[in-house]
C-alpha cells in the first residue's frame, strides 16, 4: 500500500472541523487502504500524539521525497522511517503502535 505524501501532510496539517483521527482515516481510504485500518491508525495516532508531533511528521514526510521523481507515494516502510528521524522517540514509536496494530504491514 502506498500513502500519498500530500494525503499525509492534509491530514497532519490542514485545521478544519473533523478530528485529526477522521483527516489521517480519510486520507489514508483515498490511497487504498480499506476503513477499519484507516480508522484504527487514524485513532491510534490522534489519541498518540499531540498536534504538534502531527505536524513534525507531516513536515518530515513532504521533506523524505522531495527531489525524487515519485514524490507523491509514501509507503508505510517510508512513514516508519520519517518518524524515525524525527526528533522525539515518541512519534517513532506511535507510528509503529499504530502500524502494527492496525495490520498495515510495511
Not at 28 to 34: A, C, K, N
Not at 38 to 45: F, K, N, Q, S, W
Not at 50 to 76: E, F, M, N, S, V
Request: charged share 20%; glycine share 14%; aromatic share 2%.
Amino acid at each position: 500500500m502506498k500513502v500519498n505524501t500530500t494525503i499525509v501532510l492534509g491530514a497532519v496539517l490542514l485545521a478544519g472541523c473533523a478530528a485529526p483521527a477522521t483527516r489521517i482515516s480519510t486520507g489514508l481510504q483515498r490511497y487504498g487502504l480499506d476503513g477499519a485500518r484507516a480508522d484504527c491508525v487514524g485513532t491510534r495516532l490522534q489519541g498518540d500524539l499531540t498536534i504538534g508531533q502531527l505536524q513534525q511528521l507531516g513536515r518530515g514526510a513532504a521533506a523524505y521525497r522531495k527531489g525524487d521523481t515519485d514524490r507523491g507515494t509514501l509507503t508505510p516502510a517510508d512513514l516508519l522511517r520519517v518518524a524515525g528521524e524525527i526528533k522525539d522517540p515518541a512519534v517513532l514509536l506511535a507510528v509503529g503502535k499504530a502500524v502494527a496494530a492496525c495490520n498495515v504491514v510495511p
